[in-house]
């Protein structure tokens, strides 16, 4: 039951980060921010969408 769990939460998690990627791109900050939070998703990914989700560039 623990790798149906797991297999579940990961994409869970891939689906997020891949929406949290394209509203980054989409956003109005600059090409070094938007990096930067892209990077930080793609090195931690629940730690970094958490961040963004909180601190990241807001319309």
């Known amino acids: 039951m623990g790798i ?3 297999g ?7 689906i997020i980060n891949v ?4 509203k980054i791109v989409q956003s109005s900050s600059t090409t070094g921010i938007k990096v930067l939070w ?3 998703i793609l090195l931690l990914p629940l730690i ?3 961040l963004w989700w909180f601190m990241g ?3």
């Open 19 to 22: 929406w949290a990627i394209i």
């Open 38 to 40: 892209v990077v930080l």
């Open 4 to 6: 149906e769990i797991n």
């Open 57 to 59: 560039p807001k319309k």
């Open 8 to 14: 579940i939460f990961g994409l869970i998690l891939l």
């Open 48 to 50: 970094g969408v958490i």
